[in-house]
């Protein structure tokens, strides 16, 4: 893989973080809604006068459910617009409009397709495949993967069009008011590929995800161990996503309906009251083992073999990060510093454990799932409110002590045995530190990938008539808000007085109007692509 596919797919991971950091609020609401008000839980506890069926209590929970659970239901629009607005060069809010156009669009389109041609009848046969999205009824159900795509799509078209110049008497109709309009017909288009090719793509993934679970350990092993080895890489969210959101991550009839995907499904038997399915729950179980005691533990091994002159600094970083990692499942300065003391360690040993906890938690029956992180909220949420008898949280807790012992003793071996620099087994000279993923990625030569707005220089013609236009409002640092109306360029100035009336009209103004502060250059219907060409020239300077 070289570094511009790194790039890119980091690129990519990193809009998945919009949607996907909205998780643990929806988690924390739908979680305690839904499992305190099952009736196991009312049962268990005997709580039928305060949370039964009725009471004002159950009907508040009941609202934080709904709430939570609208989240997840309206997730792939949610991810439509995050890869939108992610990847714009500029404009953004313009393609985070364009993308929920797009996308709802697309599922008219999708919608009316099979009405007027397809057999939805025969559809209906494949299990999950048809469902009701976004109101549309007996429509097919593209999940998070139909938002990525039509986020995808529209970015393309917004990256491309944004700055696009009609002839005059359609100008009102250039730059960015093209995007939503252009975002329609894409939406449209897709709509229709996309009701005759997805059953064909959701069959095959639906197919994948049932050889992933026939394939027992190995494909067990191989979800646990290449997810970790992605982290360093930033690649793990575009990883993962698909076995969370989609057949990918297997399929279950919950409460009458099927469900696809293993978070879905851990959340629908939350819901329902069900036992949490150890086969849709491995894909997170796995991890509490690692976050509530492994890493804490490998923390411990490196400070104990750190040099007594440096075990005083190296103590309180440790000690924070595995408290971090203990309570939330935040584990970077933990995981890179492994890393940069050892490739090995992390690759050979703390990536095949990961694998191999992922086979364990299924042969243990463990259900406990999560939103975000496998730190201890979680495990309180997902595992022990539920009760044992649905999760299996006891025998986790278990678990994850024999796992923090294995970790402790593997890692101060290691340690010893192979001299690693360790946090505090520095050369003297050294600064005692923690490591971060920056760091790692720089060490091997990876840029560091933001979502800042890449160069998309104008044409010389477009920066000299900004430049013109700057000049005339009296230079960048004497403009506090640019705007625009249908025809107007609307500027908000420190100083009215610095504003050059004459040099704006030859700007092919038809007017200049100024009121103190406030000042209207009239442009006409093409104002909305001066306005852009202004905003870009101006973020160059």
């Known amino acids: ?15 998945f973080m919009l949607p996907i950091a909205l998780l643990p609020v929806a988690g924390l609401l739908l979680g305690i809604g839904a499992t305190i008000t099952g009736e196991t839980f009312i049962a268990q506890y005997g709580l039928e006068g305060v949370l039964g069926e009725g009471t004002v209590l159950n009907g508040i929970l009941g609202i934080l459910t709904d709430v939570g659970n609208i989240i997840f239901s309206n997730l792939a629009l949610l991810f439509a617009v995050s890869v939108a607005m992610g990847l714009a060069k500029a404009e953004k809010e313009v393609a985070a409009l364009s993308a929920v156009v797009g996308y709802i669009t697309m599922y008219a389109s999708i919608t009316s397709t099979i009405k007027y041609f397809g057999d939805i009848e025969s ?3 494949i299990n999950g495949l048809v469902s009701s999205v976004l109101g549309f009824d007996k429509t097919l159900n593209t999940g998070v993967f139909g938002g990525i795509v039509i986020g995808l799509v529209v970015v393309w078209l917004h990256n491309r069009f944004y700055r696009v110049k009609f002839v005059d008497f359609l100008s009102f109709f250039a730059g960015t008011h093209f995007i939503p309009i252009i975002s329609t017909i894409a939406g449209l288009i897709l709509g229709i590929i996309m009701a005759f090719v997805w059953p064909i793509i959701g069959g095959g993934i639906a ?17 646990g161990y290449v997810y970790r080895a992605l982290i360093p890489f930033g690649l793990h969210h575009v990883f993962y996503l698909p076995f969370w959101q989609t057949a990918l991550g297997g399929s279950a009839n919950v409460a009458g309906e099927m469900i696809h995907g293993a978070q879905n499904i851990v959340f629908a038997q939350l819901r329902a009251g069900e036992v949490i399915s150890p086969e849709a729950a491995k894909y997170f179980s796995f991890a509490f083992p690692m976050m509530l005691c492994g890493f804490p533990m490998a923390a411990l091994a490196m400070y104990h073999t750190a040099k007594e002159n440096r075990k005083a600094e190296v103590k309180g970083l440790l000690l924070s990060s595995s408290i971090t990692s203990f309570f939330t499942g935040i584990t970077e300065p933990i995981e890179f510093s492994i890393l940069f003391a050892s490739p090995f360690l992390y690759f050979g040993v703390n990536a095949v454990l990961a694998g191999i906890s992922v086979i364990l938690v299924q042969i243990l029956k463990i259900g406990v799932g999560f939103t975000f992180s496998a730190g201890f909220l979680d495990l309180l949420l997902y595992g022990i409110l539920p009760g044992n008898g649905r999760t299996n949280w ?7 002590l024999i796992w923090g012992a294995l970790y402790y003793f593997v890692f101060r071996w290691a340690i010893i045995k192979f001299d690693l620099k360790t946090p505090g087994r520095e050369d003297d000279e050294e600064e005692v530190k923690l490591h971060t993923k920056d760091e790692y990625r720089e060490s091997i030569g990876m840029e560091k990938v933001s979502l800042a707005s890449e160069d998309n220089t104008a044409t010389s013609k477009e920066d000299q008539l900004s430049a013109q236009i700057l000049a005339g409002l009296g230079g960048k640092e004497n403009i506090v808000d640019l705007t625009n109306c249908a025809t107007r360029l609307r500027v908000t100035v420190k100083e009215g007085a610095k504003v050059n009336q004459a040099a704006l009209r030859k700007t092919g103004a038809a007017g200049v109007v100024v009121s103190g502060g406030s000042v209207q250059v009239i442009y006409g219907t093409k104002v909305g692509g001066i306005r852009t060409d202004l905003e870009d020239y101006m973020s160059r300077l």
């Open 394 to 400: 006891i025998i986790l807790v278990v678990y994850c």
């Open 123 to 125: 559809l209906s046969k």
């Open 207 to 223: 197919a994948m995800g049932e050889l992933i679970a026939k394939s027992g350990a190995i494909g067990s092993f191989f979800y």
């Open 1 to 15: 893989m070289n570094n511009k596919f790194f790039n890119v797919m980091q690129k990519l991971g990193k809009t």
